[in-house]
C-alpha cells in the first residue's frame, strides 16, 4: 500500500511571494489533515477535511493561506503572500475513517524557507 | 487552547537502560492518545496509542495512562541507541484533531 505522498520536498521562497504544496493521501482515506510544524516545535493543525468538506480550519491563517480538496482525494494547499514566520515543515496525514482514535499517517513533509 | 506539555529535554540514558517520557494535557474530554518518533528531518510514526487507564505494552514500549491525573507516559525498556529521536505525546481534542506536545528529544548513549 503507497503512502502519503506530499510535493515538493523542498521549497526556497522570497517573503511576499505565493507558494503551493500538494498531498495524495494513502488511497481509500476519507480523511486529511494539513499540519506545519516549525523547528523544535510539535505538529499544529491548520485544516482537517473529511472528503470534500472542511471539518476545521479555526487554525488556519485565512488572510494568506488557503486549502481545498475538490474531489475528495488530493489535497492543496497555498500560501500567498508567504511571511518570514512561515517557515516550517508541512505535514499531511490521513486516516481511513473519521474517528480521531485512528492511526494517523503522515507524509515525508514539505520543507518550506522563506527569506 | 487545550495544551499538551512535555519536558523538552533533552533526556539522555545510557544503553540498556529504561527511559520514562511524560506528558500531561488539558483537556478532559480526550478519549485517544498517542506517542509518535520523529527523528531528525523525518516525518512523525507512531510507536503506541492508548485509551484506557492502566499499560498497555508493545515489546520494549510502554504506555501508561491515568485520565484522573490527565497524565500518560511512554516507558522505553533496554534502550538503544536508535532510539535517539524525539517523542511526541498526541492527544484528541474532545474527539477532534490531534494536539501534540512539543516533543521530548532523548538520546541514548553506548
Known amino acids: 500500500e503507497a503512502g502519503v505522498a506530499q510535493s515538493p520536498r523542498y521549497k526556497i521562497i522570497e517573503k511576499r511571494q505565493s507558494v503551493a504544496f500538494w498531498c495524495n493521501p494513502i488511497s481509500g482515506h476519507a480523511t486529511l489533515y494539513w499540519y506545519q510544524q516549525i523547528l523544535g516545535q510539535g505538529p499544529k493543525l491548520l485544516i482537517q477535511f473529511q472528503n470534500n468538506g472542511v471539518v476545521d480550519d479555526s487554525q488556519l491563517p485565512k488572510d494568506r493561506f488557503s486549502a481545498e480538496r475538490l474531489k475528495g482525494v488530493d489535497s492543496t494547499l497555498k500560501i500567498q503572500p508567504a511571511k518570514l514566520e512561515d517557515s516550517a515543515v508541512y505535514l499531511c496525514?490521513?486516516?481511513?475513517?473519521?474517528?480521531?482514535?485512528?492511526?494517523?499517517?503522515f507524509g515525508p513533509g514539505t520543507r518550506l524557507l522563506v527569506l | 487552547q487545550k495544551e499538551v506539555e512535555q519536558n523538552s529535554g533533552p533526556l539522555s540514558v545510557p544503553e540498556g537502560a529504561i527511559a520514562s517520557l511524560n506528558c500531561t494535557y488539558s483537556d478532559r474530554g480526550s478519549q485517544s492518545f498517542f506517542w509518535y518518533r520523529q527523528y531528525s528531518g523525518k516525518s512523525p510514526e507512531l510507536i503506541m496509542f492508548i485509551y484506557s487507564n492502566g499499560d498497555k505494552e508493545d515489546g520494549r514500549f510502554t504506555a501508561q495512562l491515568n485520565k484522573a491525573s490527565q497524565y500518560v507516559s511512554l516507558l522505553i525498556r533496554d534502550s538503544q541507541p536508535s532510539d535517539s529521536a524525539t517523542y511526541l505525546c498526541?492527544?484528541?481534542?474532545?474527539?477532534?484533531?490531534?494536539?501534540f506536545g512539543k516533543g521530548t528529544s532523548l538520546l541514548v548513549t553506548p
Open positions: 498526541a492527544v484528541d481534542n474532545s474527539g477532534y484533531a490531534l494536539n
Open positions: 496525514a490521513s486516516i481511513k475513517g473519521a474517528w480521531t482514535g485512528e492511526t494517523q499517517y
